[in-house]
C-alpha cells in the first residue's frame, strides 16, 4: 500500500502483506529539490502516477530494494487529489496550476488551449479544491472551480472527450462549455443490475453544508434532492472557430422546447474574449424558436443561455450561427 503526507515530497510504502505498518526506512523520495510537493496519486494501466504541482512521475520497480521514480514531463501537474480521473477512453485527465491535460502513459496533451484567459483567471488560491468527475454516460469531462473572488466552487468547465479538437493557429481548441452550477465533489452511481438501453446512471454532487444534489434525473434533467430548482447558466463552444477569417455575425438562431407553464430563459452570446453576454429574454411557454440578432464583428462568437431558480425544465434543442467573412485578420 502506498501513501503520502500533505505537503510533502516522499511516497511511503508498506511491507508487503502488512498495508498496516509502515517501516520509518520505507519511502521514495520524489524530486525533492524541484519545490513542489505530491498532490495525487493513482494506479493508471498497472503503474503508479504520482502527480506534483508541475511534474508527473511514474514508481518503477516491484521491491523494496528496486523502488525508484522516473519523472515523465515537468510541463503538467496536478493541484489536488480530487482533480484527476481516468476515463474510458483509456486516458488519464488531471487539472493544476499549468492547465488541464490528458496522459496517455507516455506523452501529456494540454486540453485548455482554448480557455486559456477562463482558466486562468480562476482564483488560483483555490485550485487545490478543485473537483473532476467523468460521465461516461455523455462522455464528458466534468470540472469544478472557483471564480475569481469567490470563495467556493461555483462553475463547472465540461469538455466531451471524445470529440476531437479543431487546429489553430498556437494550440488545438477542445469543445469547452462552461456551467453554472456549484459543486465540491462528485460520485457516479455504479452500475446495479448491468447496462440497458433505458438505464442511464446517476452523477450525484455534494455542495457547501452538505447538500446532495443529482445531475441527470430519470429524464436527463438537472434536479436537487427536494425538487428545487437551480440558477443556472450554459456557455457553449466557440463557433466559427474553424476558419482564421474575420467575421460578420449576422444571427444566433436558437430552438428551445416549449413548456407548459411560464419560464423565462435568456439567450445571449459572447464575441472573442468578452465577459459580458449580450441578452435577450423571452418565455419558454409562447415562444421556442428564437432569432437573436448580433450584427457584430469578431473571429468567433459562443453562445449562453441561463434561466433563475425554477422547476421547469429548460431543453435548448439546437443552435446556430449565420455569419459572412469579410477579410482575414
Request: hydrophobic fraction near 35%.
Amino acid at each position: 500500500m502506498f501513501y503520502v503526507e500533505a505537503n510533502s515530497t516522499r511516497l511511503w510504502f508498506s511491507a508487503s502483506g502488512v498495508p498496516d505498518y509502515v517501516s520509518p526506512f520505507d519511502f521514495v523520495e520524489v524530486g525533492r529539490a524541484d519545490g513542489e510537493v505530491i498532490r495525487a496519486i493513482v494506479k493508471y494501466r498497472e503503474q503508479l502516477v504520482i502527480l506534483k504541482d508541475r511534474s508527473l512521475w511514474v514508481l518503477v520497480g516491484e521491491t523494496r530494494g528496486t523502488f525508484q521514480v522516473q519523472r515523465m514531463s515537468n510541463e503538467v501537474g496536478c493541484s489536488s487529489h480530487r482533480a484527476v480521473q481516468e476515463a474510458d477512453d483509456g486516458l488519464l485527465y488531471f487539472a493544476g496550476e499549468l492547465g488541464i491535460h490528458r496522459w496517455n502513459g507516455q506523452f501529456p496533451e494540454d486540453l485548455h488551449y482554448g480557455i486559456r484567459s477562463t482558466y486562468y483567471g480562476l482564483n488560483q488560491d483555490r485550485l487545490q479544491h478543485m473537483a473532476m468527475a467523468v460521465d461516461p454516460e455523455d462522455q464528458r469531462i466534468i470540472l469544478s472551480v472557483t471564480q475569481t473572488a469567490q470563495t467556493e466552487q461555483d462553475r463547472w468547465l465540461v469538455m466531451n472527450y471524445r470529440r476531437p479538437g479543431v487546429q489553430v493557429e498556437g494550440g488545438v481548441v477542445f469543445d469547452w462549455t462552461l456551467w453554472g452550477i456549484e459543486a465540491t465533489c462528485f460520485e457516479l452511481d455504479p452500475m446495479v443490475g448491468g447496462a440497458s438501453d433505458t438505464y442511464r446512471r446517476k452523477l450525484r454532487f455534494g455542495k457547501t453544508g452538505g447538500i446532495v444534489a443529482t445531475f441527470r434525473g430519470d429524464d436527463g434533467t438537472v434536479l436537487t434532492d427536494n425538487g428545487t430548482g437551480i440558477t443556472w447558466f450554459w456557455e457553449g463552444p466557440k463557433l466559427g472557430l474553424k476558419t482564421g477569417r474575420n467575421k460578420r455575425f449576422k444571427y444566433l438562431t436558437t430552438e428551445i422546447e416549449k413548456t407548459s407553464v411560464s419560464s423565462d430563459i435568456q439567450v445571449g452570446f459572447k464575441v472573442d474574449e468578452e465577459t459580458a453576454a449580450t441578452n435577450t429574454t423571452f418565455d419558454q411557454s409562447t415562444l421556442t424558436r428564437k432569432l437573436v440578432p448580433v450584427r457584430r464583428r469578431g473571429h468567433y462568437l459562443r453562445p449562453r443561455f441561463s434561466g433563475s431558480a425554477s422547476t421547469v425544465q429548460s431543453r435548448i434543442l439546437t443552435y446556430s450561427l449565420d455569419f459572412d467573412h469579410i477579410g482575414r485578420r
